[in-house]
């Protein structure tokens, strides 16, 4: 009578036992089973790694966007604080005073849909020297670009020097006797101002 093998192994927590009397084939038969437990536990592990990843890029990436916002915030704070600062070293109206006067005029609706919600710079550079000119005050370009900021549709103080010297001078009154170009709405650009506001153009 041939011999019989018997062999008891374990393979992770699974212990298992092949008997036959070919020593060859309970070699062969183990080396599957092992092949295939294992094979298994790396595909059930490699989702959980690849989930784990994921949360991991995903809560980088989330710390990444709220520092890029808070960088984003200060940058807008520190511009406001600084035109606020060259607006009381030129004599010029502080923009927050400037914004604080738009968004309280009666008709702060037309002009939110009229100007300021409109891709035009024009009349929103023109509104903003429109507010100052009612408090008898001018304004330099970085107040202009602080107060658009502030309204949700900035235009950067080279855009506003750019734009006024294209097509705005016609409407406004300049004192360039400073460092600092300094401007006032004149009689033409009030009524343009009141035309755009209508929803009308100029």
């Not at 738009?102 to 509104?127: C, E, F, H, Y």
Request: aromatic share 4%.
């Amino acid at each position: 009578m041939a011999d019989v093998y018997r062999v008891r192994s374990r393979i992770g927590n699974i212990e298992i036992e092949v008997e036959s009397s070919s020593k060859r084939f309970i070699d062969r038969k183990l080396a599957a089973l092992r092949a295939e437990i294992e094979g298994k536990a790396t595909t059930t592990a490699a989702p959980k790694k690849a989930a784990k990843a994921a949360k991991k890029a995903g809560r980088k990436a989330s710390k990444k966007k709220a520092a890029k916002k808070k960088t984003a915030k200060k940058a807008a704070a520190t511009s406001a604080a600084s035109a606020g600062a060259s607006a009381a070293s030129n004599g010029t109206m502080a923009p927050s005073q400037l914004v604080s006067a738009i968004k309280k005029d009666a008709r702060w609706g037309q002009i939110k849909k009229n100007i300021i919600d409109k891709s035009s710079q024009l009349p929103r550079i023109l509104l903003c020297y429109y507010f100052a000119g009612k408090a008898g005050q001018s304004l330099a370009a970085s107040d202009v670009e602080a107060a658009t900021a502030a309204l949700g549709s900035r235009i950067a103080a080279t855009n506003v020097a750019k734009v006024i010297r294209q097509r705005g001078k016609q409407y406004l009154v300049g004192d360039t006797g400073g460092a600092v170009n300094i401007h006032s709405i004149g009689k033409r650009g009030a009524s343009a101002v009141d035309t755009l506001i209508a929803g009308d153009r100029i």
